[in-house]
Structures are given as structure tokens and as C-alpha cells.
């Protein structure tokens, strides 16, 4: 956990809890306590109960062997699902398909997004009646139930036990359901299967291409660890408390962090209102920067290094959002920049090593995360892409694609190239102060309400350099900077 945060992995924190409990590090052992094994006998002495009877089938014990079990914690075994359970408590859902349904809310089918990782998600139900239910034979579960998502959710079992839902319920066959247990403690069993040591066993006997899942023979058959019944309930009861001052930790970082956004916002705000620092007299006007940035661009079209682009139409008083100082300029982003390109629109095959393309997914949190995508192009394919983007050093590359907003700054001199869904702007600004402008409230508003496109939103490049910012003098873009800096650190 950072210190000068409150940025933490709440999930990492949960694993490794988690495996501290499974492992009899989390709650003291007591001596006194009936031994796992004891368990173990009084429910083998159940199942042939129940096999004398012809309620089900005998079957042979098949516990795991390990050469040492010293490391096990006193009083605890080394079992499995199927030692513990029945076919009469521990099973599938039923085969309920799309014809199977009804409008008819008579009998409520649990589908499979309603189990998260140790927790009941509401997603509503579907229905058949109970006609359907008769007559596909089907299997009535009930509120308590530990209930196994047996599809993979981003290398995640998920787990929960079935809250007090009204009505008659039924679950379908990708779910595995375990009943309540006198035997064992229902929610140390829930903790168990969330485990890493066991999420792990599952992931490595899941099998799919499209969407792993784990088959009921293999899930009941993955090694459990199982401490006394008194210190199941000690260490579930014990899980629960972390688990919950964990939520609240969670709750106050989420908080802390709209509240962080709430004010990097209103600091931006008043930037651009030039009311974060005081103007200077003697600061050249940004006047005087526009027309000097007018000059240059002139200049290199002359040398031939740029296009000459055409005049953009003055600036409208309808057009200026809020009042600026005296000092200061109404600018297009195409006025002060001496480049506005786009990425690649054909990008050339994967090369797999070379230069790397990124695209919109690189730039993340205002920065450039060359680890988020893994595209390159060879080193005679960058020379023709170069041509368009010449992204250097400086450069404040802004997401126009998709993934609307986002800019970062290039920091250092890697060479790379991009896709269309990037921007590339060179400027003669303060390179932070354009960044913070195109960050700001008023020109992401620009953007937003510039974008086209249904599926996949966008802003044309043509769109994004008539779009309007606020310019100071170069003097102040500094102090400004300076500032917010100075802010966003005690933020």
C-alpha cells in the first residue's frame, strides 16, 4: 500500500488472506477442538448409510496422497469435495434451454452472472413453469446453497452462497450446487473454493477455447484442506470481519478518488481562467507569442517542412466559454500548433519487433504505457510512417478514436509510430501547459461535442484544430504549470 495514497490492491489483500486462512495462519488452532478426521469418519459412516439404503451408489474412497503432510496444521485433513458430499448434496443444475422458458415467474432460474467471486449479484431471473419443472425432473435449490460458476471468468471459479430469494429456484447444468453440511461450515467451504491454492488447481484442469470451464469430475476431485468444524467457523467468521473492513477501505478510496478528480478539475478550471496565479505586467503579451508562432509556421512552409494550411475564421464571442485576462489570447489548437497528424489509417502487419505502433490503449492516466499493446512495425516500415507522424520528444499525443481525450506528453527520445486513433501535436507552448489545456473541462467538452461516429466515437482532425483554448504569455504558462504541479502533489 502506497503511503502517500490511499491506492491499494484490495484483491491481492483478499488472496492473501485467503491463502493465510488456508494454511491455519489466520486464527489460533485450539487443541480441544474434534479433529478434522473425526469428521471425515462420521461422514464416510453417512454415505454408507445412505448406500444401505440404495440412495446412492458405493463408491471408494479416493483421498489425496502426499508423502509429508507435516506442514498441515494439528487437527486438520487432506480431503476432497467428492469425500464429503453426496450426489444428494452436491451436484449440477439442470439442462434448461432457450424453448424450456416462460413469462410465467413460477419457477425462478438462477443464471450464471448472478455468482461473483463471493458474492450474489443480482442480474433478475428467467422463468419456466412448473410443469417445466416436473417435467424435466428438475432439481429445487434453496437459499444457503453454495453455488460454483463451472465457466472460467477471467481466470477466476466464481463462488457464492445463495441469499433468501423468495419462491421456488432452480440453477442451470454450468452451475454446480453444494447444499448446507452439519459436517462442514458452509461459508469456510465458500472461502475455500475462492482460495488460491484452489483457484490455481482449477485453472490448470479447465479445458475450452472460446470459454474455459472446469467439469464436475475434476472440480470434486481438487485436494481441499479441512481444519476442525470449530475452526472452520472461527476462520470464516474471521474472513468475513477483514473482508468487510477491506469493503470499507474500498469505499473511502473510491470516495477519495472522485474526490481527487473533483478537484484536479476545478484546479484545471481556474487555470484556464487564468485565476490559479497571478498575471505579471511585464509579461510579453500572448499576442506577441501568437504572431511570433504565426511567423515561424510561415517560415517552415517556406522550407517546406509543413504544409500551409488554411486560415482559420476569428473567434467568435459566442464561441469563448468565460472571460480571460487582458493578457491573454482566445487561440485555435491549429493557430499554436505547428502540427496537428493522425497515426497510420493501414497499418502495416504485426512485425513483432522493430519500432512499436501504439494506439489510443497506450495512453492511459497521462501517460504512454508501451506495455499495454505489443504491435510493431520493421525499421524500414517506421521510415515511411515517420514521415506522417514524427513523434519526438515534446509532443503531446491526444486519443481521437474510441477512447475519447486522453493525452499524455512524450518524455523521451523512443522512437515509435502510431495509429490514426492517436493525434500527434507539436507546438511551441510549454508542452505541460497544452496537455493541461487539452485535459481541461472546456476543451474535453470540445471534443465530446465535436465526435461522430455510433459505434465508435471520433473527432476529425480538421474538428480538433478549430477547437479553442485559452493562451497566456509564455512567462505565465510556466507559472501556471508550476502551480498546478505543486496542487495535484498535495492532492
Not at 499576442?287 to 512552409?301: D, F, G, H, R
Not at 507552448?429 to 465535436?450: P, R, V
Not at 455510433?454 to 504558462?477: A, C, D, M, V, W
Request: proline share 5%; hydrophobic share 35%.
Amino acid at each position: 500500500m502506497k503511503t502517500n495514497t490511499l491506492d491499494f490492491d484490495a484483491q491481492a489483500l483478499r488472496e492473501r488472506i485467503l491463502d493465510l486462512a488456508m494454511r491455519g495462519k489466520l486464527v489460533p488452532q485450539d487443541p480441544n477442538d474434534e479433529p478434522a478426521s473425526v469428521l471425515l469418519e462420521k461422514i464416510k459412516a453417512e454415505k454408507e448409510d445412505l448406500v444401505k439404503e440404495k440412495k446412492i451408489k458405493k463408491r471408494e474412497a479416493n483421498l489425496p496422497k502426499f508423502d509429508n503432510l507435516s506442514y498441515l496444521p494439528t487437527g486438520w485433513v487432506v480431503t476432497k469435495l467428492k469425500e464429503i458430499t453426496t450426489p444428494l448434496s452436491l451436484n449440477d443444475g439442470d439442462w434448461i434451454l432457450s424453448k424450456n422458458m416462460s413469462d410465467k415467474p413460477e419457477v425462478k432460474l438462477i443464471q450464471l452472472g448472478s455468482i461473483g467471486y463471493g458474492k450474489y449479484i443480482n442480474k433478475g431471473f428467467k422463468y419456466i413453469t412448473n410443469d417445466t419443472f416436473d417435467e424435466l425432473n428438475c432439481t429445487q435449490i434453496k437459499p444457503g446453497y453454495l453455488l460454483i460458476n463451472r465457466l472460467i471468468n477471467k481466470n477466476k471459479l466464481m463462488t457464492t452462497i445463495l441469499p433468501d430469494i423468495d419462491g421456488k429456484l432452480i440453477t442451470a447444468v454450468d452451475i454446480c450446487w453444494i447444499a448446507p453440511s452439519k459436517e462442514f461450515n458452509q461459508e469456510f467451504m465458500m472461502y475455500q473454493l475462492m482460495s488460491p491454492k484452489f483457484q490455481r488447481r482449477v485453472n490448470e484442469l479447465a479445458s475450452g477455447s472460446t470459454r474455459k470451464r472446469i467439469s464436475k469430475g475434476n472440480l470434486i476431485n481438487i485436494p481441499i484442506y479441512l481444519p476442525p468444524l470449530s475452526e472452520q467457523s472461527r476462520i470464516a467468521a474471521k474472513i468475513a470481519q477483514l473482508f468487510a473492513l477491506l469493503r470499507k477501505v474500498e469505499s473511502s478510496t473510491q470516495q477519495y478518488a472522485k474526490l481527487q478528480t473533483l478537484l484536479k478539475s476545478k484546479v484545471l478550471d481556474l487555470a484556464m481562467r487564468g485565476k490559479l496565479v497571478k498575471q505579471d505586467p511585464n509579461d510579453e503579451s500572448a499576442s506577441v507569442l501568437l504572431e511570433k508562432i504565426k511567423t515561424e509556421k510561415a517560415e517552415l512552409v517556406k522550407e517546406k517542412k509543413i504544409k500551409k494550411s488554411e486560415p482559420f475564421p476569428p473567434i467568435t464571442d459566442e464561441e469563448k466559454p468565460f472571460d480571460i485576462p487582458d493578457s491573454w489570447e482566445w487561440a485555435r489548437l491549429g493557430d499554436v500548433a505547428k502540427k496537428i497528424t493522425d497515426g497510420t489509417h493501414n497499418p502495416p502487419p504485426n512485425s513483432h519487433s522493430g519500432k512499436q505502433l501504439i494506439s489510443a490503449i497506450n495512453i492511459k492516466n497521462g501517460k504512454i504505457d508501451f506495455k499495454l499493446s505489443n504491435r510493431f512495425v520493421t525499421d524500414s516500415q517506421f521510415e515511411k510512417e515517420d514521415k506522417r507522424t514524427h513523434i519526438r520528444k515534446g509532443d503531446v499525443l491526444l486519443t481521437i478514436v474510441g477512447s475519447l481525450g486522453n493525452a499524455a506528453i512524450v518524455e523521451n527520445d523512443k522512437l515509435f509510430t502510431a495509429q490514426r486513433s492517436v493525434a500527434i501535436i507539436s507546438s511551441d507552448l510549454l508542452s505541460k501547459y497544452l496537455y493541461y489545456s487539452l485535459t481541461s473541462k472546456m476543451f474535453q467538452e470540445q471534443i465530446f461535442n465535436n465526435a461522430k461516429g455510433t459505434t465508435q466515437r471520433g473527432i476529425y482532425l480538421k474538428k480538433l484544430s478549430g477547437l479553442i483554448l485559452p493562451l497566456p504569455p509564455i512567462n505565465e504558462q510556466c507559472r501556471i504549470v508550476n502551480k498546478i504541479n505543486e496542487l495535484y502533489w498535495l492532492i
